[in-house]
């Protein structure tokens, strides 16, 4: 909370900060939290547990159409492959959660691809040329 330091040039013991002065005056108020437990009731474990079983809408917006499920398993696919080429988890490249707003969106240009949901700038410039392209050729076989 800022009211003590470790005073490293002194030989590492605690030191008072001007803060923690004005706390110990008097002139300032700290306030603290106090942690509670609450026990969960059966009802909202059961329906955590079938809203997590539930298919969801991934793409966080729902004006924008609903995800093409074909598209989607294609783009699994290749995030399946591209995880194995670079020996590392199919989640590490994209969550479930961006291949469906990838499915719904169907971004098919660099600047669309950087506007669905979890692509960063990194993630934008390793992958938009092989998911666009599946979406592009998706689209057209449509």
């Known amino acids: 909370m800022g009211l003590i330091e470790v005073a490293y040039n002194e030989g590492n013991h605690l030191k008072i900060t001007d803060y923690g002065r004005e706390v110990l005056f008097g002139k300032q108020r700290v306030q603290f939290n106090r942690y509670e437990p609450r026990e969960m009731n059966v009802a909202s474990k059961k329906s955590s547990k079938s ?3 539930l298919p969801l ?3 966080g917006d729902d ?3 609903e995800m093409d499920q074909e598209l989607y398993d294609k783009l699994r696919d290749l995030r399946k492959a591209m995880a194995q080429a670079s020996g590392v988890a199919p989640y590490m490249v994209f969550a479930d959660k961006s ?3 990838m499915a719904t969106q169907k971004p ?3 600047a669309e691809f950087s506007t669905v949901y979890g692509v960063g ?3 934008c410039q390793k992958y938009w040329r092989s998911f666009t392209a599946v979406i592009a050729q998706h689209l057209q076989q449509q």
């Open 51 to 53: 809203a997590a079983s």
């Open 57 to 59: 809408n991934m793409s």
């Open 63 to 65: 004006a924008e159409g």
């Open 99 to 101: 291949l469906a707003a």
């Open 108 to 110: 098919t240009t660099q």
């Open 121 to 123: 700038k990194v993630k």
